[in-house]
């Protein structure tokens, strides 16, 4: 069942957008080769807390940590560690927020140090999907039409779509209904109305699609360990255009590459 939003509701979930933009931030403040992804975690956790919020991932399902953190091959639900970042790696940063009565969702991968041509080629590319999917994102079109965005444009690098996970809905629950893949058909699947709220997030590999789960029983990579990029907004479905909820723009201002 898909929970419709109020614009009461929408502006309740773009405040918690912001403090996640932040934590983001922050976040990205510590990204450097020699840095450990367990005091990013950290940071995250005390600074939403610090700012009236809840880590929305922290005891989700059993997730024990604030961050999700996935370098180089793995794709999502990494765990933070003690093991130091290495020049040359890429990382992903996948994070929520519950303030008010209401999620927000977004991620985000970065490059550490010097990082090879092809893999900045995937994460601009990846990131350049999830935007495609956005603007097909409005009233009257349908979830197929987000999803064909993103594969033809991705797939047009050489590069494959992880079909396993997908994106969701996003509200008082932190995955609602419905499910918004990153593959798919023009003019198919739920049709678009305004008050849907959704999180869009490609999850591109440079090699195969096929993905592994490890055995912490969260940790997914790809199964040829090739390197996967991940972005990731919330927005809400309006009329002419989305709008983006959740932002990076904090991100960038403190992390350049």
Wanted: glycine content about 10%; proline content about 4%; overall charge negative.
């Amino acid at each position: 069942m898909i929970h419709y939003k109020s614009a009461e509701e929408i502006e309740l979930i773009k405040e918690s957008a912001q403090i996640l933009g932040k934590a983001h931030a922050e976040v990205a403040r510590l990204i450097k080769p020699g840095a450990k992804t367990s005091d990013m975690d950290k940071v995250a956790e005390e600074f939403i807390r610090d700012n009236g919020g809840v880590p929305s991932f922290l005891n989700y399902n059993g997730f024990p940590y604030t961050l999700c953190v996935s370098p180089n091959e793995q794709v999502v639900h990494g765990f933070p560690s003690d093991s130091e970042l290495r020049d040359g790696d890429i990382l992903s940063i996948d994070c929520g927020v519950f303030y008010k009565g209401f999620h927000s969702d977004s991620a985000y991968t970065y490059p550490i140090g010097e990082v090879e041509e092809e893999k900045l080629q995937l994460l601009k590319v990846t990131k350049e999907s999830l935007y495609k999917g956005i603007e097909e994102a409005v009233v009257g079109k349908r979830i197929g039409d987000i999803s064909f965005a993103i594969q033809d444009y991705v797939e047009g690098f050489g590069y494959t779509v992880v079909r396993e996970l997908v994106g969701h809905g996003v509200g008082k629950d932190l995955h609602e209904s419905p499910e918004v893949p990153n593959y798919g058909k023009r003019g198919k699947g739920t049709k678009l109305k305004e008050g849907m709220v959704i999180a869009i997030e490609p999850m591109i590999n440079l090699g195969k699609k096929e993905i592994v789960q490890e055995s912490d029983g969260w940790t997914i990579r790809t199964r040829d360990r090739a390197a996967s990029a991940h972005y990731e907004h919330t927005i809400a479905i309006m009329k002419g255009k989305a709008e983006v909820l959740t932002t990076h723009k904090y991100i960038e201002e403190v992390y350049k590459f």
